[in-house]
Structure formats: C-alpha cells, structure tokens
C-alpha cells in the first residue's frame, strides 16, 4: 500500500523503543521528584506502550536486514552484532513493560504502585535505555559510517554465548523435543490469557452481573501471565525460523492483531468507567462495542496465527 514495505515499517518505529524509554523514564523520575502518583501513572502506561511497539519494531528489523546486507559496503559483522544488541534490548524492554503493568494494576486495586514496584520499573527501565541506545548506537553505524569512530568500534563487544540469535535458533532447532514443547507452552498460554479477558470482556457485555468489574479485574494477572508465555514461546519459534514469518502477510496481520489487544488489555487495566461497575449495573454502550472488539481483537490473533501454514507458502 503506497509502496509502503516491512523495511519502511521498521525504519519508521525503529525509533520509539529508544525516545519512549526516554520519555518513560523522564516522567517517572519527575514524578518521584514531585511526588505525583498521577505522573506514575502516565509514566507507567508509556512504559507499557512503548513495550507494545517494541514488538513490531524487533520484528520487522529482520526484513530490513535482508534488505540492506547484500548492499555495498554494509558490514555483515555489524549487522549481527545490531541484530544480537536489539534481541537483548527487546528483552528488556518486555520485562519492564511487565513490571509497568504490574505497577497499573496496582495502581486500580490499591491507588497506588507500591514503592518497590516502581523502584523495579525504575531501575530497569534505566538498564534498557542504555541497552536500547547501544543497539540504536549499532544500527546507525550499518548505514552512516561517518559517526562510526574505529571499525572494532562497530564490530566489537555484541553480547555472545548464549544469548544471542543463533545461539538460539540452534537450540531450536537441535533439539527435536524444544519446538513442540514450545507449541504447547504457547497453547496453554493462549487458552489462559483468553479464557481471563473473555470473562472480563464479558462481564463488560453484561454477562455474570452477579459480580462487580472489580472482582474479576483481580483475574487480570493471570492473563498477563498467559501473554507472557505466548511471547516467549513466539519468539523461540521467530527467531529459528525468522524469513519464513517475515515473508508470511498472516504473521504480519497477526502482530497486528496482538498489538492492539495488547492496548486493550491495558484498557481492561486502567480506565475509571468499567472499574466503577457494581454488581448488577450494566456497562455504557461504548464500554460494550470495545469489549467486543477486544474479544474480536484475540479472535483475529488466533484466526491469523493458524493460518501461518497456509497463507504465503512459507512453511
């Protein structure tokens, strides 16, 4: 559409994970200073946010690297070390997105983050920034080699052993029992994360008026756990197999799919309307049409996830 490509998505996000740390972390910390719960808040929901879209940046960084490694004068060796710093960073930045959350719905059930959870979100959100502006350090390097100051400078000191892209994808791959114990873990969170929002959507939709929103809000941290695990287990299978999902329009739609039901689970999390709902009250007409969308938002997520075989030929 408009000549838009996979590469052109990730040049345009490719900057969020790094200034929305910043913006993150520059809310928290004036927020500490002055004391505001308030500017917690926001300060957590850009954390959150902003681990939402790392996804689609990460992802797509894949495409754009087949795209530019064939290129003159690109160095392989500082795509890899680019390729291993974001898988770091990513990382990261999804655990503290995680401990954001946390802090949010805290936040609903008490008023407030406790003080160690925001110290948790603070300190680690310090550690991704630094890791985030090293892998975006790397990347503009690939194509600007006048800020690079020594070539040991592009190419050296990426993270290795373990943790690294084709550490991973070996082990994968290597091991004939990783992949479908992978299948099932990302099964079992699936069936987690959706059977909580299905009972809080629906609660939303007027089904179960015998309890409050409040009541079932406490089954949110099981969904987040649920989502968790789909993650994880999604970018084992990603990372073995990376050019078959990016060259495949159902993953594309998939992610998607699950960026905006991630929004929505923060709405679940966060907004005041839903959260006042007692028991036998019914929720207004907009609080309706977006839990229906949230339900029609995991549909999508898994319509599209088992298609994967059987759209775009690349299983």
């Known amino acids: 559409m408009f000549g838009l490509t996979i ?128 892998a975006a350090t790397i990347g503009g390097e690939i194509r600007h080699p006048e ?17 690294t892209s084709a550490a991973i994808g070996a082990f994968v791959t290597d091991f004939p029992w990783v992949w479908p114990a992978a299948e099932t873990l990302h099964f079992l969170g699936l069936s987690l994360v959706l ?7 629906l609660r939303i939709l007027g089904a179960m008026k015998g309890l409050s929103f409040a009541q079932v809000h406490r089954l949110l941290p099981w969904g987040i756990l649920g989502l968790g695990m789909n993650l994880i287990t999604g970018m084992l299978f990603f990372v073995a197999a990376a050019n078959q999902y990016t060259q495949n329009i159902a993953f594309l739609w ?22 006042m709902l007692k028991v036998g009250e019914e929720a207004s007409l907009r609080d309706r049409l977006v839990a229906a969308s949230g339900i029609g938002l995991w549909v999508g997520v898994i319509y599209w996830g088992r298609m994967l075989p059987f759209i775009g030929n690349a299983f």
């Open 7 to 134: 590469p052109h998505i990730h040049l345009l996000l490719n900057h969020v994970p790094t200034v929305g740390t910043v913006i993150g972390v520059g809310l928290l910390l004036m927020a500490l200073v002055r004391r505001n719960d308030h500017l917690v808040h926001s300060s957590l929901e850009v954390l959150f946010g902003v681990a939402l879209l790392t996804l689609p940046v990460y992802l797509t960084g894949v495409a754009a690297e087949e795209a530019i490694e064939k290129l003159d004068g690109v160095s392989r060796a500082a795509i890899t070390t680019h390729e291993t710093a974001a898988l770091l960073g990513f990382i990261w930045m999804e655990i503290t997105g995680l401990a954001a959350w946390l802090g949010l719905w805290q936040s609903r059930r008490q008023s407030r983050a406790s003080r160690t959870t925001v110290a948790s979100v603070l300190v680690l959100s310090v550690i991704t920034l630094a890791i985030m502006a090293r």
């Open 195 to 201: 059977g909580v929002l299905l009972a809080v959507n």
């Open 147 to 163: 800020i690079v100051l020594t070539a040991a400078a592009a190419a050296g000191g990426a993270p290795s052993g373990w943790l």
């Open 254 to 275: 998939k992610i998607l799919f699950l960026v905006s039901a991630g929004a929505h689970f923060l709405y679940l999390t966060v907004f005041d309307k839903t959260w």
